[in-house]
């Protein structure tokens, strides 16, 4: 049998359980999902289109599980999330989307709205304390985030940086250390090259 079918037969199985949930979840959950629905790649909001992914996605369930918390208790065990991903981070903002979350630990003392995240990322924790993350922020492959910096809104890390000091709003920051290779202009939203270390 291929994936797509198994993914339809445990989707009918799981309605049941995410009816439940449905209806027993507080609507600001709710909502913080269909949220991270929307900027996912399912983009069609409904029962079924939640089940089937969360049967074939691991990735997606584990942006559920965040949102859950402890209640995730109740249906993890069947469908565990990403492998090797750790969250830490008590406060999400609104449409958080974790895609390919492989070897990934996010450690951060909060994040805004719209955070994008690839695999083998590294948020966490220095010997200063652990980084604040801003609106619209986007944390490419590989990359690092180490100890009490905060990253502004609208920022790119790229594959591979390394960030230990604050990053100001929109910027792309890339490579060891990491340093600014793009900064926009608020006035006509243009991206000027830069070449600023952090």
């Not at 492998?83 to 609104?94: A, D, E, I, Q, V």
């Not at 009490?148 to 490579?175: E, Q, R």
Request: glycine share 8%.
């Amino acid at each position: 049998m291929n994936k797509e079918f198994l993914g339809k037969i445990e989707a009918f199985l799981l309605m049941p359980i995410i009816l439940l949930y449905y209806f027993l979840l507080p609507r600001h959950i709710v909502n913080l999902i269909i949220s991270d629905i929307r900027v996912s790649e399912i983009k069609k909001v409904s029962f079924w289109s939640f089940a089937y992914n969360f049967s074939i996605h691991e990735d997606f369930r584990s942006t559920v599980y965040i949102r859950l918390g402890v209640r995730r208790i109740f249906v993890s065990w069947i469908k565990p999330g990403a492998k090797c991903f750790y969250n830490l981070t008590p406060h999400y903002g609104h449409s958080l989307f974790i895609q390919h979350g492989f070897a990934t630990i996010i450690y951060a003392k909060s994040i805004g709205h719209h955070f994008f995240v690839n695999q083998q990322v590294t948020i966490g924790f220095g010997g200063d304390g652990n980084p604040t993350i801003g609106n619209n922020v986007s944390v490419r492959a590989g990359a690092k985030i180490i100890g009490n910096v905060t990253i502004g809104d609208d920022v790119i890390i790229g594959a591979n940086a390394v960030v230990i000091k604050d990053v100001p709003s929109h910027s792309v920051v890339v490579g060891v250390p990491g340093r600014i290779i793009k900064k926009r202009n608020s006035m006509n939203e243009s991206w000027k090259r830069v070449d600023i270390k952090l």
